[in-house]
């Protein structure tokens, strides 16, 4: 299976975000993760769109947008302007997340759907056909630096299940307390792309060598 690396930048540092990403860029990320929280939805605040449209002066890596917020429909041409290349909203609270979906396609976006580590896989039956990655929360979302939830490794090999026999291709991501400890863990349960962000931007070793350890352990 190819594992691609998704750091996020709510571990990274702001005054120096630019030179970050270019770093994780050139060490062989895949994409970048963007955390977009409203202190609603999950109890912290985080960035908007105006961050995500800096971002994507400096690097041509996807960027991802995880939208941790109310109201998500309110905000994805918004992002989508911004430069977002991907879009994933939650299932938990969404009031139509077929409708939803579908807008991120219509705007020409990678289409991503979350679940929370209480939610059951179930709710992703009937708009399995509609996402291109599925996101399973390792952790519940609002805080990075979380310890990973060893019961959502179940969950994560009844999603893989689904995606294989529904949507052929798609793919499972896993974001929280992923490390070099945890991601073998993920990737054996049936995950493909690892969102991490203090095991990369808050490594002893630098974010270059993290990187390294980190995919070298989900292989």
Do not use: W
Not at 43 to 57: A, Y
Not at 114 to 130: F, H, R, S
Not at 148 to 153: A, D, K, R
């Amino acid at each position: 299976m190819n594992i691609k690396l998704a750091p996020s930048i709510l571990a990274a540092d702001f005054a120096n975000l630019g030179a970050q990403v270019i770093e994780a860029e050139r060490a062989g990320a895949d994409r970048i993760h963007v955390d977009v929280m409203d202190g609603h939805f999950v109890p912290n605040i985080s960035i908007g769109p105006v961050l995500v449209e800096s971002l994507r002066k400096v690097t041509k890596l996807p960027l991802e947008c995880h939208l941790m917020i109310e109201n998500a429909d309110d905000y994805l041409e918004a992002f989508a302007a911004a430069g977002a290349d991907g879009i994933s909203v939650h299932q938990e609270g969404n009031f139509n997340l077929h409708r939803t979906l579908h807008h991120i396609r219509k705007l020409g976006k990678r289409v991503g759907v979350v679940i929370n580590p209480a939610t059951p896989p179930g709710v992703l039956d009937e708009v399995m056909p509609d996402v291109d990655v599925v996101l399973v929360m390792t952790v519940n979302p609002g805080f990075g630096g979380q310890k990973f939830i060893q019961s959502t490794l179940d969950k994560i090999r009844r999603v893989r299940a689904m995606i294989d026999k529904i949507r052929p291709g798609g793919e499972l991501e896993v974001d929280g307390g992923i490390d070099a400890t945890t991601a073998p863990l993920a990737v054996n349960a049936g995950a493909n792309v690892l969102v991490a962000g203090s095991a990369i931007f808050r490594a002893p070793e630098g974010i270059a060598a993290a990187m390294n350890r980190l995919a070298s352990s989900g292989k």
